[in-house]
């Protein structure tokens, strides 16, 4: 099973998401983009795991203590940069205590044989990929500039940096990944309280 930990966003900061994305699609149609329905928080992604891993998975998860979290959905970037984009997100501002919650997520898992995350942790939601070349969001030996979203990053230039709006996150989940044709299909395993 391909597993992974993350923060789900609310219904009214994805509906705003998903009108921003219908108009600025047109502006990179090479572009794979993300379904509003798949955006999420990552807080840490897994991996494969045997399903007999799952349930050690979810009792180390049931274990972390943090408090909720205010989160801030706003503006936007690329990875690994302007200059050559890969990858199309939105921006989180949510303070160190997100950080601090991917940090005792990715600490419990390592404690079960799950690599560490090597780097440091960078929220976001992933609207679009390049159309072509690696899917990466770092640097890759023989990269030439992307030209997907150049017409993209001309006119959002030339827009206000977009506001999606403030939510609260009360849970986090374990998702798994199940891989198709049509995209990435997420489902929920198991959610995890923050008080």
Do not use: C
Not at 122 to 135: E, K
């Amino acid at each position: 099973m391909r597993l992974f930990v993350a923060l789900d966003i609310d219904d009214a900061i994805r509906d705003r998401i998903a009108r921003f994305v219908d108009g600025v699609r047109g502006f990179a149609p090479d572009a794979r983009w993300a379904r509003p329905e798949s955006l999420h928080v990552t807080l840490k992604f897994i991996g494969e795991q045997s399903e007999d891993k799952v349930e050690n998975i979810k009792q180390a998860l049931e274990t972390i203590a943090a408090n909720m979290l205010e989160i801030n959905i706003r503006g936007y970037g690329f990875f690994p940069g302007a200059r050559m984009p890969r990858v199309f997100w939105v921006g989180i501002e949510a303070g160190a205590e997100l950080s601090s919650l991917a940090a005792a997520v990715d600490g419990k898992l390592t404690g079960l044989g799950v690599p560490k995350e090597e780097h440091a942790f960078s929220p976001h939601l992933t609207l679009a990929r390049g159309g072509r070349g690696s899917a990466s969001p770092g640097r890759e030996k023989g990269d030439r500039p992307n030209q997907s979203f150049r017409q993209l990053q001309e006119k959002l230039a030339a827009l206000a940096a977009p506001e999606f709006g403030t939510m609260t996150a009360r849970e986090f989940f374990l998702y798994q990944s199940q891989l198709s044709a049509g995209g990435s299909r997420y489902t929920k395993l198991a959610g995890f309280a923050l008080h």
